[in-house]
């Protein structure tokens, strides 16, 4: 079955995805840059390919692509400690803060929640790395707001299911070296951890993990039942909740590491009917391997009681692409 997603009450298919485009110093505004080179406007989107030309179009391609206002806010909100506590040598570290003022209040201020923009391949270059670039404004956000090696851009490849037009939604992620959260961020909040139990709880260790095999001895999705190879996986995650949060057994599910990963990234989520929902910024062929499908049921998923923290779930972590 074709995934769909809804953005401001249009559908489309979704055809396929570029799944991660680094965002390399090059790329970025001066401002915005660790090494010395000077700005480059155009991205490179990987090496010429079957499947790439299958995915942007035949040299030389020019793509209708757009950006969503919502997805730049979330992205701003998301670096803002990086770009207020640097872990990073910026070029301009000390005005990144004001900068940061700057920019965000411009994103808000954008009138429409679809920021168009057209691109083109840089076909003039030669040999095997291929290209994109733009004179458009908005294409310039990406330079402008993006730091680089903990940015990234994953791209949907869309059809809209009306007007079977061909469109290119790009989205920032962030990702801070590997981790969900900033460092600055985990270690304040292990600071501030009243207890041993509560810092435990970060790791799905002590208490917590206990209780949460009281409650759940098993990965609801692989029915494995060695808790040798179980994680205890927040649905809010540690960070960002509350004391209580942090150590309640119902803000979890056991899980298999690998449904851990795509749980706590973002990647997959679930709906209180017990069914998986999983992003479309990961690709079929990656979901096929891994042995999970869009809207399969998970009849011992147990959400009773875990409501509320799906719903934060679903609204903040899962990498939806639309509506919800």
Same mark, same amino acid.
């Given at each position: 079955?074709?995934?769909?997603?809804?953005?401001?009450?249009?559908?489309?298919?979704?055809?396929?995805?570029?799944?991660?485009?680094?965002?390399?110093?090059?790329?970025?505004?001066?401002?915005?840059?660790?090494?010395?080179?000077?700005?480059?406007?155009?991205?490179?989107?990987?090496?010429?390919?079957?499947?790439?030309?299958?995915?942007?179009?035949?040299?030389?391609?020019?793509?209708?692509?757009?950006?969503?206002?919502?997805?730049?806010?979330?992205?701003?909100?998301?670096?803002?400690?990086?770009?207020?506590?640097?872990?990073?040598?910026?070029?301009?570290?000390?005005?990144?803060?004001?900068?940061?003022?700057?920019?965000?209040?411009?994103?808000?201020?954008?009138?429409?929640?679809?920021?168009?923009?057209?691109?083109?391949?840089?076909?003039?270059?030669?040999?095997?790395?291929?290209?994109?670039?733009?004179?458009?404004?908005?294409y310039q956000i990406?330079? $402008?707001?993006?730091? !680089?090696? +903990?940015?990234?851009?994953?791209?949907?490849?869309?059809? @809209?299911? &009306? #007007? *079977?037009?061909?469109?290119?939604?790009?989205?920032?992620?962030?990702d801070y070296f590997? $981790?969900?959260?900033? !460092?600055? +961020?985990?270690?304040?909040?292990?600071?501030?951890?009243? @207890?041993? &139990? #509560? *810092?435990?709880?970060?790791?799905?260790?002590?208490?917590?993990?206990?209780?949460?095999?009281?409650?759940?001895?098993?990965?609801?999705?692989?029915?494995?039942?060695?808790?040798?190879?179980?994680?205890?996986?927040?649905?809010?995650?540690?960070?960002?909740?509350?004391?209580?949060?942090?150590?309640?057994?119902?803000?979890?599910?056991?899980?298999?590491?690998?449904?851990?990963?795509?749980?706590?990234?973002?990647?997959?989520?679930?709906?209180?009917d017990k069914k998986?929902?999983?992003?479309?910024?990961?690709?079929?062929?990656?979901?096929?391997?891994?042995?999970?499908?869009?809207?399969?049921?998970?009849?011992?998923?147990?959400?009773?009681?875990?409501?509320?923290?799906?719903?934060?779930?679903?609204?903040?972590?899962?990498?939806?692409?639309?509506?919800?």
């Open positions: 079955m074709q995934q769909q997603i809804t953005i401001d009450n249009q559908i489309f298919d979704v055809l396929d995805v570029k799944e991660k485009i680094t965002i390399a110093d090059s790329f970025v505004v001066n401002s915005n840059k660790i090494g010395r080179g000077n700005g480059e406007a155009k991205l490179y989107v990987g090496n010429d390919s079957e499947e790439l030309r299958w995915f942007f179009g035949k040299r030389p391609f020019e793509i209708k692509c757009f950006l969503l206002k919502k997805d730049l806010i979330k992205y701003l909100q998301d670096t803002q400690i990086e770009y207020q506590k640097p872990e990073q040598f910026y070029r301009s570290k000390d005005k990144l803060p004001d900068l940061f003022e700057e920019r965000f209040e411009r994103i808000k201020s954008l009138p429409d929640n679809i920021v168009l923009f057209e691109a083109e391949e840089q076909d003039q270059i030669a040999g095997p790395r291929i290209y994109i670039n733009s004179s458009n404004s908005f990406l330079r $402008e707001l993006s730091l !680089p090696n +903990i940015t990234y851009i994953s791209v949907l490849k869309l059809k @809209n299911i &009306q #007007t *079977r037009e061909i469109s290119f939604y790009f989205k920032l992620f962030a590997g $981790e969900v959260e900033h !460092p600055a +961020i985990i270690e304040e909040e292990i600071d501030n951890s009243a @207890n041993e &139990q #509560t *810092r435990q709880a970060r790791k799905g260790h002590g208490i917590y993990r206990s209780k949460l095999l009281d409650l759940c001895p098993f990965c609801p999705i692989t029915m494995i039942t060695d808790d040798r190879l179980l994680i205890a996986s927040h649905i809010k995650p540690w960070v960002d909740s509350d004391t209580f949060e942090k150590t309640d057994p119902y803000n979890g599910f056991m899980l298999s590491p690998t449904f851990d990963f795509l749980f706590d990234r973002g990647f997959m989520s679930f709906t209180d998986v929902m999983l992003s479309p910024f990961l690709s079929k062929m990656t979901y096929s391997k891994i042995g999970i499908s869009d809207n399969k049921n998970i009849p011992m998923l147990p959400v009773e009681g875990r409501e509320e923290y799906l719903k934060y779930h679903r609204e903040n972590i899962f990498k939806s692409g639309g509506d919800i």
